[in-house]
């Protein structure tokens, strides 16, 4: 079996993969101007788990004061 050569497609996963986990919020822009392109699972995916749990903190807090104060 001769080695196989990595399609364009795979690169920039590769590519994408060790950013993300080199630098999990350094994407968090990334990650945010997507959705403007793209869906909410674009967006879940560019944050990383960790952007994705601060965009739902972020969400809730602001649901709740929305609450309080209006």
């Known amino acids: ?5 990595e399609k364009p497609e795979e690169k920039r996963e590769r590519i994408r993969r060790e950013e993300l986990k ?3 919020f350094g994407t968090l822009n990334d990650g945010v101007n997507r ?3 793209g869906n909410l ?3 879940a995916g560019g ?3 960790k ?12 649901y709740v ?3 309080l104060l209006f």
């Open 35 to 37: 959705v403007g392109n």
């Open 65 to 67: 004061l929305y609450r």
């Open 41 to 43: 699972p674009d967006l």
């Open 51 to 62: 952007g994705t749990g601060i965009l739902i903190v972020v969400l809730i807090l602001g």
């Open 1 to 5: 079996m001769g080695s196989r050569q």
């Open 22 to 24: 080199n630098n999990p």
């Open 47 to 49: 944050l990383g788990w």
